[in-house]
């Protein structure tokens, strides 16, 4: 009986082998290719970066970021002197921070909290 058994284990075996042997193979090829379209999609992110934008254009926008921020500054020391004080505490980039959501439509009561709220962290 166990001789019949492993004859049968033996065959079963032998008969399954390339079928798994298909089935690995497979499953590698598509590992190495979902490898391969996440490289290239880390390439094409690396080349975005690298040409980046136009530095004519790129100096323009900054030259019109900096008038703006000048101008929201002015304001905010006009009208909210108290809030300005904190806010000329702050780092560099938290000031930006700041900027940026007020340029992003964020009413001025919502910055002066964030101002005070960076400021005491």
Known sequence: MEKVLRVVRRSF???????VAVLLSISAYSAFAADDDYL???EAEVDKVEHGVDPAVSQKSRSEMEAQRAAFEELME???RGTYVFYKRLSERSK???FLRY???ASFKDVREMIVDRSMN
Do not use: H, K, R, T
């Open 40 to 42: 290239q999609s880390l």
């Open 103 to 105: 340029a992003g439509g």
């Open 78 to 80: 006009d009208q909210y």
């Open 13 to 19: 075996i032998g008969a399954i082998a390339p079928y």
């Open 96 to 98: 930006q921070e700041v």
